[in-house]
């Protein structure tokens, strides 16, 4: 058992699923049921590839092991790596025959970014598509990437004439909700961006004052979801989101959860997918 959680939390598999769980949450949250849909499996297998795709390279094309400490169980079950991937690479393949071409070309764009960035060494002639050299591009990716793929493109799925505001909210309510996150990510990696001349918000501004903004988005993230509650009438979500704000007060202020070998990729990640099933759950308790 303490194998099989190993190997979900190190393949990214838990992020993936994390990913696919909090999409589906958006339906539920825009009052549209729990309904299983072949663009929640887009979701889940482009997530798991990106997340890879760095890893990939470098064990591929640079032919060396990767350093970070969260990559060691790549370096020792390489198999096991390398299958997984390319399962799922054949998944997302099978997925396009069936989802919409709307759908397809929503994602298309969020994909060439991450493939850009997850690529720094990139090149198209005299073209330097080194993304990474942008300033403080990195938290904005992963936070619009995050948001518009698990929260607008399942609106867009929907089909349904909501009012303009009500998407901005939903959308202002998830990226709230990754920018916390992120932002502690992002403190982790202070020393690597550094070191490779990445400009990030944690080098900027510091670690006390990229917290304070993480606390920031998570009481924004909150009064998003109490206002989303109150619109839909969804009284039964307010539960979903108090658990959720109190997880992110621990887990961004707690200074012993922090010292855990798996606080960024247990904790952080898990955080997403317990937001997610707690609002599946609660629909499926009150509906």
């Not at 798991?48 to 079950?77: C, G, I």
């Not at 009481?219 to 839909?232: A, G, Q, R």
């Not at 989101?241 to 109190?246: E, K």
Request: positive net charge; aromatic residues 16%; glycine residues 4%.
């Amino acid at each position: 058992m303490r194998q099989l959680g190993v190997f979900l939390i190190q393949s990214k598999l838990l992020i993936a699923f994390a990913a696919l769980v909090l999409t589906l949450a958006t339906q539920v949250q825009m009052g549209q049921g729990f309904g299983f849909k072949p663009y929640l499996l887009m979701v889940f297998f482009a997530t798991f590839l990106v997340y890879n795709l760095t890893r990939l390279v470098v064990l591929q094309f640079y032919k060396m092991p990767l350093e970070h400490a969260s990559d060691q169980w790549v370096n020792r079950h390489q198999i096991i790596f390398y299958g997984t991937f390319a399962i799922a690479f054949v998944g997302l393949i099978m997925v396009f025959f069936f989802i919409d071409k709307n759908t397809f070309l929503y994602i298309l764009p969020l994909m060439l970014l991450a493939l850009f960035y997850a690529l720094p060494f990139l090149r198209i002639k005299h073209y330097n598509l080194n993304l990474r050299r942008i300033p403080f591009l990195k938290i904005v990716l992963i936070v619009l990437i995050w948001g518009i793929s698990t929260a607008l493109i399942p609106v867009f799925q929907l089909q349904q004439n909501y009012q303009w505001w009500i998407i901005v909210l939903l959308l202002f309510q998830r990226l709230a909700f990754i920018g916390a996150l992120a932002l502690l990510f992002d403190i982790r990696d202070m020393q690597a961006d550094a070191s490779q001349g990445l400009l990030t918000l944690p080098l900027r501004l510091g670690e006390v004052k990229t917290l304070k903004l993480s606390n920031a988005c998570m009481v924004i993230f909150f009064m998003c979801s109490v206002l989303f509650c109150l619109h839909f009438n969804q009284l039964y979500m307010m539960p979903s989101a108090c658990l959720t704000l109190i997880i992110l007060g621990v887990i961004i202020n707690n200074k012993s959860i922090k010292k855990h070998s798996l606080y960024y990729d247990l904790y952080l990640d898990g955080t997403m997918l317990i937001h997610g099933l707690s609002i599946i759950l609660a629909y499926k308790l009150f509906n």
